[in-house]
């Protein structure tokens, strides 16, 4: 585990010195990560203008799911995104190899290997649109509920980083899977919404398929104190499914896996 620490912190040490050679566009992208985070904040006020709550959530409630959506989009394109989107050119390109022969797991290396540090904007950003919510409800979260955030946090990162693993998994069949990685963007863009607002067979597809429930208002509802315990574990068990399962893909996907030199 100590092994696999020391590599993560080189890797961010080699992406941060990397963006920080282009100092200028690293605050330009970061500016324009917040003009994002703004803008998506306007069908919230459109939706809520004329009416006091939807689906049981009020304007307040529904601005802590889209804090959870905003930190969330900058882990995915953060943290997330970057590293596993290099993988589908070195399928390409057959030059996985590289990294195949490397003595440390292939999975872990090709998750860890760019991470964009810019993105700490909507991270940051995630945590004002907090602070705006609860100030203007005009208490501030337990402990206990920010103790079960955080958890629910752990468990949405996993559930995020097991589905983009499923979809690069893809490229060993694929091999171009531009329009899945695109597809799963614009799926996730459901996020900013409480599960609630959606109803009938969209109910159940963001809850148990494609779990967008777990990725914000589940931890919306923790940072609320609203969460139930027996939700709670539920999307604990569904977090560590989704990684098994995702693992499991990888491990046989990779086997498909033909070089350059073969």
Not at 49 to 75: I, Q
Not at 78 to 106: W, Y
Not at 146 to 155: E, G, I, K, T, Y
Request: glycine share 6%; proline share 4%.
């Amino acid at each position: 585990m100590a092994r696999y620490l020391r590599l993560l912190a080189v890797q961010l040490r080699a992406s941060t010195a990397l963006a920080l050679q282009y100092r200028l566009e690293f605050l330009g992208q970061g500016a324009l990560a917040l003009l994002w985070t703004g803008w998506s904040l306007v069908p919230l006020l459109v939706v809520f203008a004329d009416r006091p709550g939807v689906a049981g959530w009020s304007f307040d409630e529904a601005l802590v799911v889209m804090g959870w959506f905003t930190l969330m989009k900058g882990v995915l394109e953060g943290a997330v995104n970057p590293s596993l989107a290099s993988v589908v050119e070195h399928i390409r390109k057959g030059t996985l190899d590289f990294v195949l022969l490397k003595p440390a797991d292939a999975q872990f290396l090709v998750s860890t290997a760019r991470f964009m540090p810019w993105r700490i904007v909507d991270v940051l950003a995630g945590l004002a649109i907090f602070g705006v919510a609860f100030h203007r409800m005009g208490r501030w979260p337990a402990p206990g509920a920010v103790a079960a955030a955080l958890a629910l946090l752990c468990c949405a990162t996993l559930v995020l980083y097991s589905l983009w693993i499923l979809v690069i998994s893809a490229a060993f069949y694929l091999v171009k899977i531009d329009n899945l990685s695109y597809l799963f963007a614009s799926i996730y863009d459901a996020a900013r919404w409480p599960v609630d607002v959606f109803r009938g067979f969209f109910r159940v597809l963001f809850t148990f398929v494609i779990p967008l429930a777990l990725l914000t208002s589940y931890p919306a509802l923790a940072l609320l104190g609203k969460l139930d315990l027996v939700v709670a574990a539920q999307a604990l068990g569904g977090s560590v499914a989704f990684a098994v399962v995702s693992r499991f893909v990888w491990t046989r996907a990779i086997g498909k896996y033909t070089s350059a030199s073969s």
